[in-house]
Nanobody, 127 residues
Framework: QVQLVESGGGLVQAGGSLRLSCAAS????????MGWFRQTPGKEREFVAA????????AYADSVKGRFTISRDNAKNMVYLQMENLKPEDTAVYYC????????????????????WGQGTQVTVAS
């Protein structure tokens, strides 16, 4: 299995930027498609972005397309979420997730498709 630890969250003004990082340890990192999800109190976990095992394919929620960029560095066992032009509605706990089903070009959007999760990092965007 793989262990995931997120970092980089914090408080930022609307229009600002943040870069979230997710460090993975354990099994071969390139075995996992990776995703970012977010959750606010009382709501279900929401898909944000995903990247395939070797980084050739990405997917984004419509709400973040053009503002967020997901990337990965398999040599460093890291996945990133660069967030630009942040809005108050982006405020949430952001989770990194791993899907180890070994599908090459997969970018899963459903939270049920991921078996490994980090502990989350809080992002707060002030208006």
């Amino acid at each position: 299995q793989v262990q995931l630890v997120e970092s980089g969250g914090g408080l930022v003004q609307a229009g600002g930027s943040l870069r979230l990082s997710c460090a993975a340890s354990g099994r071969t990192f390139s075995n996992y498609a990776m995703g970012w999800f977010r959750q606010t109190p009382g709501k279900e976990r929401e898909f944000v972005a995903a990247i395939s095992r070797y980084g050739r394919t990405t997917a984004y929620a419509d709400s973040v397309k053009g503002r967020f960029t997901i990337s990965r560095d398999n040599a460093k066992n890291m996945v990133y979420l660069q967030m630009e032009n942040l809005k108050p509605e982006d405020t949430a706990v952001y989770y990194c997730a791993g899907d180890g089903r070994l599908r090459v070009a997969s970018t899963p959007r459903g939270s049920w498709e991921y078996e490994y999760w980090g502990q989350g990092t809080q992002v707060t965007v002030a208006s």
